[in-house]
């Protein structure tokens, strides 16, 4: 009585282990596998964010850049964060130009001239951030300011990067 007592309750554990082992190969294997995808989507994304950022960076030597930088630190106003105050940046603006590329000559005797139109696109990116954002992502901001100043050079790559130096919010 004893053996077949413990033999219907090995057998009942066994029948459990097959039913347990079903549910987790079609329940849980199935959605482990769209959370795998949605992280390989995610880490593809990020790469290619980092090999755009390093297309503009990598490829030019020390020898090929100039630096030009704004005549006046910017003051910009930033958005409302979560506390309800207004907050401020300053900041001083540096471009570093490619002088190798073939528009080089054709924009950089404008840059003096165009000043106030990138001191414009460079406040309508700033201005889009909280104190936090832009404590945080300067160099998020940096990037932005440069492709919308590289649009407005006609999508040129004779600006590949942007520095926004000296910066203090308040």
Do not use: W
Request: glycine share 2%; aromatic share 8%; net charge negative.
């Amino acid at each position: 009585m004893r053996k077949g007592l413990i033999n219907t309750i090995i057998l009942v554990l066994c029948i459990m282990n097959i039913i347990l082992t079903a549910i987790l190969v079609f329940a849980v294997v199935p959605a482990m596998k769209s959370t795998t995808d949605l992280v390989n989507k995610i880490a593809g994304a990020i790469d290619l964010e980092k090999e755009a950022k390093q297309q503009y960076t990598d490829s030019i030597s020390i020898d090929s850049v100039k630096a030009y930088s704004f005549e006046e630190k910017m003051t910009v106003t930033l958005k409302t964060g979560t506390d309800g105050k207004t907050h401020y940046a300053q900041f001083s603006v540096v471009l570093r130009l490619n002088t190798e590329d073939e528009n080089y000559e054709k924009y950089s005797d404008t840059l003096s001239e165009n000043e106030k139109l990138m001191r414009s696109t460079v406040e309508d990116v700033v201005k889009q951030y909280t104190k936090t954002e832009v404590e945080n992502n300067r160099d998020i901001i940096e990037e932005e300011v440069a492709e919308a100043l590289r649009k407005m050079y006609n999508e040129t790559d004779f600006i590949y990067d942007v520095s926004l130096s000296d910066f203090i919010t308040q």
